[in-house]
């Protein structure tokens, strides 16, 4: 993992020194709110419907356990005991005072952590694969430059005022786990012959409009990638819509001008950025990367782990949701969900987080990782631990077997939390999985993504669910509309609209008869849930939803 | 005929704290719905909303929102506010934790 050089150490510093400035000049009265907000946003800090919110950066994923423990630490002395793992791998802490920020941050600081750039209108913390270093499908470790870029974009002088926020993710694995074609930039590893290089897209994200990223380079060599990522941004930063916001992000530039226009322009402006870069970054890179270096795995029978495989049910049913084929043989990746039926997606209390690091430390190499889809991965387990492990995540509540089904939801905090929430999207992902828990059918419906945003800034990433729900106010009433066929992968696609939404009380129905429809209509248990999708198209589900006695009776 | 003007409390998040924060009738920032002033004179509920923006160092954002009289004070007509004045729906934290 990377480490801090004495570089990064005082420049954070001196970073949370400005910050603690600051505030006090904010509550001395110095500052204005309008003056405060810009500064206060840079660093992470949010003002939400009850209390503020900060928002730490977990760059790429990537925790040790040194650094999950003190993020237990934050979540009991200064906020109300949790915390809660976003869709793009940070934490956030929900309940801080404004005086007690600086102190936090100072905290963050002993152990190489930031709230830097996790907001405002600047180059946002960058993810990554969260299988990163560890999956069988991997070209190469997509964190070493992600980690290039976290120090490339953090305090660019070019880009603290963009038009509007900016998202970069990596993949090392043609299979994207790290959902690349929505986000500003998406970064694919790639091979050619034995150099190793960058496929880039841009314009794909999210939100009210929602857009697929385009190839703008099918291969860029390492030497050219901060030079190329740097003209892309730049052009953009020339042309994207200051005039609307609505209208600034680069999907909106990408589409109003074309990708063709869009590369031509990029291509311009690299010959510039390219001769200003004098390779001091090749070197930094090689520093970073050998920091990546694979942990020292080692070589034991794993017999244990066939024999509580064969002898106890609830690990075995765990085994096969949650662990994930590692590319050293004898090890796996093991998913711990954050999910468990009734809770809210997504949030760890500061004893689940403890004896997560005390796990990683024991079993795991030290390493943790956070997944977009608000889980936790240790990377590096040996098989033969996994028994042993899985008795401890039992006994703390961290053991439910559920990644990739139905309960394994993706929720922003929607309005039980969110200044710009329109809806709540918790109690509906609560509802949804204490739901399908009691039916007792989740592991006959299989892999089925669902995703709740609760309002049109698609934090909960809907349209990528293989079902969506985005929660609305319509005329003063929670009201929530589902879209269905939405993919995350490498094969990346945009929910189909239903129709018309549903109230609060009546979406878990809704959404029991979408799924009755797929158990009926699918060819075999194997054909999942988007592959029945594809092949069925809308009409069974949209009758279902629309047209049965259940439905009819909900019109009235 | 203009549509007839809807009562409202004047509403902000505490500077330090960050909560949810009612202007009350003694120009107090009270932290409870019940006690807070209910304006029906759109002029009047106006002038209190400048008054209560330019106290800057004590409330952020500070705006009107709609209410309805009730028996134990003003009550929430939307459920934006309602949840402002409750807390989150997942665990029983903020306001309905402190009463």
Same mark, same amino acid.
């Given at each position: ?406 309960? @394994? ?81 490498? @094969? ?65 | ?99």
């Amino acid at each position: 993992m990377y480490r801090y050089t004495d570089f990064d150490t005082a420049f954070l510093a001196e970073r949370n020194r400005q910050f603690r400035a600051q505030v006090e000049r904010r509550i001395s009265g110095a500052l204005t709110e309008d003056e405060f907000k810009p500064l206060r946003l840079m660093n992470g800090l949010y003002l939400q419907l009850h209390a503020y919110m900060l928002r730490v950066a977990i760059p790429y994923g990537t925790l040790s356990s040194a650094q999950m423990r003190q993020l237990a630490l934050l979540a009991e002395k200064w906020d109300k005991g949790y915390g809660h793992f976003t869709t793009r791998q940070n934490i956030q802490y929900n309940w801080p005072k404004l005086t007690d920020v600086p102190d936090m941050l100072d905290a963050l600081a002993e152990v190489g952590l930031h709230a830097i750039q996790t907001s405002g209108n600047t180059i946002r913390n960058v993810t990554a694969d969260h299988f990163a270093g560890a999956a069988a499908d991997e070209v190469a470790d997509p964190r070493p430059v992600a980690e290039l870029l976290r120090q490339w974009s953090t305090d660019h002088p070019e880009f603290q005022f963009l038009p509007r926020k900016f998202k970069i993710a990596v993949t090392g694995a043609p299979n994207d786990r790290a959902v690349i074609k929505a986000h500003d930039i998406g970064i694919e590893v790639v091979r050619r012959g034995d150099e190793i290089g960058y496929r880039i897209l841009v314009g794909g994200g999210l939100g009210r409009t929602p857009m697929i990223g385009k190839e703008i380079a099918a291969f860029v060599p390492q030497a050219d990638l901060l030079p190329y990522v740097e003209a892309v941004v730049s052009v953009w930063n020339l042309l994207g819509r200051r005039d609307n916001k609505y209208k600034a992000r680069i999907k909106i530039t990408v589409h109003e001008h074309g990708i063709d226009e869009i590369r031509r322009l990029v291509e311009d402006r690299f010959v510039e950025t390219r001769a200003a870069f004098n390779g001091a970054d090749l070197e930094i890179f090689d520093h970073i990367r050998a920091q990546f270096a694979p942990p020292a795995f080692r070589n034991a029978p794993d017999d244990v782990y066939d024999a509580a495989y064969a002898t106890d049910p609830v690990f075995r049913a765990w085994a096969d949701t949650n662990l994930t084929a590692h590319k050293v043989p004898g090890y796996a990746i093991a998913q711990i969900s954050l999910k468990a039926h009734g809770e809210t997606p997504g949030d760890a209390s500061a004893e689940q987080m403890r004896v997560l690091a005390d796990l990683a430390e024991r079993f795991g190499h030290d390493e943790l990782r956070i997944s977009h889809e608000q889980n936790v991965v240790l990377p590096h387990v040996h098989r033969s631990d996994l028994p042993k492990m899985h008795k401890i995540l039992k006994a703390h509540g961290l053991a439910t077997a559920n990644i990739g089904r139905i309960s @394994d939801i993706i929720a922003c905090p929607g309005m039980d939390y969110c200044a710009l929430a329109t809806a709540r999207s918790i109690p509906i992902a609560q509802k949804i999985a204490t739901r399908f828990d009691e039916l007792k059918t989740e592991a006959d419906i299989g892999e089925l993504k669902i995703k709740i945003s609760g309002c049109i800034n698609a934090c909960g990433h809907h349209h990528v669910g293989h079902i969506g729900i985005l929660g609305l106010d319509r005329g003063g009433v929670e009201t929530y509309q589902i879209t269905l066929g939405g993919d995350a992968t490498q @094969d990346a696609a945009l929910g189909d609209r239903t129709g018309p939404g549903f109230s609060y009380e009546d979406i878990v129905p809704a959404i029991e008869r979408i799924v009755g429809a797929y158990l009926e209509q699918r060819e075999s248990p194997e054909e999942t849930f988007l592959q029945a999708y594809r092949r069925l198209g809308m009409a069974p589900f949209k009758a279902a939803l629309y047209d049965t006695a259940d439905a009819q009776s909900e019109a009235a | 005929m203009p549509k007839p003007f809807a009562p409202k409390v004047v509403t902000a998040n505490a500077l330090i704290e960050g909560d949810v924060v009612y202007l009350a009738a003694d120009d107090a920032w009270v932290r409870d719905l019940a006690q807070a002033e209910i304006l029906t004179d759109e002029a009047v509920a106006q002038v209190r909303l400048l008054e209560a923006s330019a106290r800057a160092h004590e409330a952020v954002g500070v705006y009107l929102a709609d209410v309805a009289p009730g028996t134990t004070g003003p009550q929430p007509t939307h459920f934006r506010e309602d949840f402002r004045r409750r807390g989150p729906s997942n665990y029983y934290h903020g306001k309905q934790a402190s009463r």
